[in-house]
């Protein structure tokens, strides 16, 4: 019921900035808990921030800092910003939302997801 669509991926240099998006077709997502995660090849999936429904966020202590996940005026999409990039960065970032509350997802169980996009973090 819900297509969320990513943009924003592409190749940085150490030290560099990048902003992802996460939209849902114009609809809104205030209701949702939204996640992003990182994945590269042969690893585990990792959260890497998450945006409640009344606009809190929350990272990992090994991100926060570093990125930051917020939403549009419209709530209509949502954001990472990703500073101080470092070539550990590197993978796939995945977008995902659920109705239920942030407090209760874990990783495997948000309902949607984007399809995910690049980001390439080399010198």
């Known amino acids: 019921q819900v297509q969320l669509v990513q943009s924003g991926g592409g190749s940085v240099q150490p030290g560099g900035s990048l902003r992802l998006s996460c939209s849902a077709s114009?609809?809104?997502?205030?209701?949702?808990?939204m996640a992003w995660f990182h994945q590269v090849p042969g690893k585990e999936r990792e959260w890497v921030g998450s945006?409640?429904?009344?606009?809190?966020?929350n990272y990992p202590a090994s991100i926060k800092g570093r990125f930051t996940v917020y939403r549009n005026n419209a709530k209509t999409t949502v954001f990472l910003q990703m500073n101080n990039l470092k070539s550990e960065d590197t993978g796939v970032y995945f977008c995902?939302?659920?109705?239920?509350?942030?407090?209760?997802?874990?990783?495997?169980?948000?309902?949607?997801w984007g399809r995910g996009t690049q980001v390439t973090v080399s010198s």
């Open positions: 945006l409640w429904a009344d606009g809190s966020d």
């Open positions: 114009g609809k809104s997502l205030s209701r949702y808990c």
């Open positions: 995902a939302a659920d109705p239920q509350s942030c407090s209760v997802m874990e990783d495997f169980d948000f309902a949607y």
